[in-house]
Antibody
Framework: EVQLVESGGGLVQPGGSLRLSCTAS????????MSWVRQAPGKGLEWVSA????????FYADSVKGRFTISRDNSKNTLYLQMNSLRAEDTAIYYC????????????WGQGTLVTVSS | QSALTQPASVSGSPGQSITISCTGT?????????VSWYQHYPGKAPQLKIY???NRPSGVSNRFSGSKSGNTASLTISGLQAEDEADYYC???????????FGGGTKLTVL
């Protein structure tokens, strides 16, 4: 059974940093691209970032480019999202998701972790 | 990269069919068959219902179907059931400098 479990969310001040983790099980982690998707309060889903199975290819939404860094440790079956220079508008539930096609076709999702940016 | 355009809400009675549209551009929906549809209950993980425009993952009811014409994709739910009441999002691969884009979401109400 595929499982994705996010962690690392919490309350952080504007300008601060936070690192999210997503631990995967039930599939060959290194063979799959992965994505982070977020949902701000009262808003829709927003694709944030993706990484190839090898970790060589990384992609970002314009809204987070230059502030967020996606990475992975295939030896630990773990996906990361390093978030720097956080803004109030980054407040959201962050989901990690497994990509079926390496084309943002997300077939399994975690339950999400809440990030709140506020002073 | 602008979000794909979906209607904010649709509604239907049990047993009826509804269709949700998803309009993009020639850089995403129009140029690739990597259009997906997700069902999302508040507080839960989104669930993939349709991928590659019209394919259903194993276990998804055949009441869910997808199609595409030009820059617009569509999700049709037939034989509406109360449990179908949820938010629905389309997404597409894109050739822009980013990789993926979602629609703004459609709230389905089963009357």
């Amino acid at each position: 059974e595929v499982q994705l479990v996010e962690s690392g969310g919490g309350l952080v001040q504007p300008g601060g940093s936070l690192r999210l983790s997503c631990t995967a099980s039930g599939f060959t982690f290194s063979s799959n691209a992965m994505s982070w998707v977020r949902q701000a309060p009262g808003k829709g889903l927003e694709w944030v970032s993706a990484i190839s199975g090898t970790g060589i290819g990384t992609f970002y939404a314009d809204s987070v480019k230059g502030r967020f860094t996606i990475s992975r440790d295939n030896s630990k079956n773990t996906l990361y999202l390093q978030m720097n220079s956080l803004r109030a508008e980054d407040t959201a539930i962050y989901y990690c998701a497994k990509d079926l096609r390496a084309r943002v076709v997300l077939d399994y999702w975690g339950q999400g972790t809440l990030v709140t940016v506020s002073s | 990269q602008s979000a794909l355009t979906q209607p904010a809400s649709v509604s239907g009675s049990p047993g009826q069919s509804i269709t949700i549209s998803c309009t993009g551009t020639s850089s995403d929906v129009g140029d690739y068959n990597f259009v997906s549809w997700y069902q999302h209950y508040p507080g839960k993980a989104p669930q993939l219902k349709i991928y590659d425009v019209s394919n259903r993952p194993s276990g998804v009811s055949n009441r869910f179907s997808g199609s595409k014409s030009g820059n617009t994709a569509s999700l049709t739910i037939s034989g509406l059931q109360a449990e179908d009441e949820a938010d629905y999002y389309c997404s597409s691969y894109t050739s822009s400098s980013t990789l993926g884009v979602f629609g703004g979401g459609t709230k389905l109400t089963v009357l």
